[in-house]
């Protein structure tokens, strides 16, 4: 297949080695991956905030820019979920509503698209270590992804994966809300570090890189340092860490 890329702005920005190693996945797989340069915010961050005019003009570039894609894989389940569930609903009436039905149907979140679309469970992967998965929100309750980053984790040799008891407990970034409301959000973060710090795991893997930049925050200011990665990551390794 010919794969457009979706790269968030937080990846691009904070973590580019997040879109190279889903790259060397889908090559690895045999698929062609593109890299559409123009493409630039998705428009949650207005949307969330209620301002869906201002979302809707940045939403109506960014389908421009995939509306030629045979494939759109996205690399975060909010980011992807904005796309594929809240397109629809932002431009419900607007001249751009068929667009956005078609770019909402070509859309996958970057698990879903391996395990439900390539029908891919085992890519080839190995990575040493303990790791447990943090549920981003969107991914669970928008996209309903429980099951495919974790079959695909289960095929990855040498990894020890386990479940924390807060694993669909959010870890209180939430965008803006982190912003507006930085006790609460910290405080829920607290929360979710708690729960992965009681399963031993080295690593805390999950397919949102804005929740392991809080999850991260947390554990570094707090003294307890555990690495995080996104699922591309671990799926790229071949037996040595990331990065």
């Known amino acids: 297949m010919r794969i457009s890329l979706f790269v968030p702005c937080f990846v691009d920005a904070c973590y ?9 996945v889908l090559e690895r797989l045999g698929h062609t991956v593109e890299f559409p340069e123009a493409q630039t915010c998705c428009g949650q961050p207005p949307f969330n905030t209620g301002m869906w005019n201002e979302a809707r003009v940045v939403a109506r570039r960014h389908m421009r820019v995939f509306e ?42 970057f698990s879903d698209f391996l395990v439900n679309v390539l029908q891919v469970t085992d890519v080839g992967a190995s990575f040493p270590g303990r790791a447990t998965y943090h549920d981003g929100c969107h991914s669970l309750r928008e996209l309903r992804l ?32 982190s912003v507006k409301f930085p006790m609460i959000s910290s405080a829920m973060g607290e929360v979710k570090c708690d729960s992965i710090e009681a399963t031993g795991a080295e690593f805390v893997i999950s397919s949102d890189s804005s ?9 570094r200011r707090s003294g307890r340092p555990r690495r995080c990665l996104h699922l591309a990551e671990v799926l790229a390794s071949r037996g040595s860490l990331p990065g």
Request: aromatic fraction near 6%; hydrophobic fraction near 40%.
């Open 146 to 177: 429980k099951r495919p980053p974790r079959t695909l984790l289960e095929n990855v040799r040498g990894l020890e994966l386990v479940e924390m008891d807060e694993a669909e407990t959010c870890c209180g970034f939430g965008g803006m809300f």
């Open 16 to 24: 580019p080695q997040v879109a190279m190693a889903a790259v060397e």
């Open 211 to 219: 929740c392991l930049m809080q999850i991260e925050g947390i554990f």
């Open 68 to 109: 030629d894609a045979e494939a759109i894989v996205a690399l975060s389940g909010s980011c992807g979920a904005m796309m594929k569930v809240f397109y629809p609903e932002l431009f419900s009436g607007d001249a751009d509503e068929p667009l956005a039905r078609e770019i909402s149907s070509k859309t996958r979140e």
